[in-house]
């Protein structure tokens, strides 16, 4: 049974930081990253491709760093200098098919339930 347990979330003033972990069973290819504000599209953060890639969208690039610890299975998502429109569900998702686009973790087949987070002052 697949499962994918995002924790983490919270409120920040602008300018802090948060660390989002997913914690899953199972292997895959890509594990990743994706948000959605109420009233908004989804948007893609960023992504792992096993042996090693990554991608980030360039909302985040420079800020947010997403890393994986096998031995844990847990992936993470280190947020810093965080701004009001960083607001939103964050979603963790994983994928275990080869040659899927890396820069479309929305569409991975497996997600978990997300995780809030509220920039503001």
């Known amino acids: 049974q697949v499962t994918l347990v995002e924790s983490g979330g919270g409120s920040v003033q602008p300018g802090g930081s948060l660390t989002l972990s997913c914690q899953y069973t199972?292997?895959?290819?890509?594990m990743g990253w994706f948000r959605q504000a109420p009233g908004k599209e989804r948007e893609d953060i960023a992504n792992?491709?096993?042996?090693?890639?990554?991608w980030y969208a360039d909302s985040v690039q420079g800020r947010f760093t997403i890393s994986q610890d096998n031995a844990k299975n847990t992936l993470y998502l280190q947020m810093n200098n965080l701004r009001p429109e960083d607001t939103a569900m964050y979603y963790c998702?994983?994928?275990?098919?080869?040659?899927?686009?890396?820069?479309?973790?929305?569409?991975?087949?497996?997600r978990g339930q997300g995780t809030q987070v509220t920039v503001s002052s």
């Open positions: 792992i491709a096993q042996p090693g890639g990554t």
């Open positions: 199972g292997r895959y290819y890509y």
């Open positions: 998702a994983a994928e275990p098919r080869k040659g899927r686009p890396i820069h479309r973790p929305q569409d991975h087949t497996y």
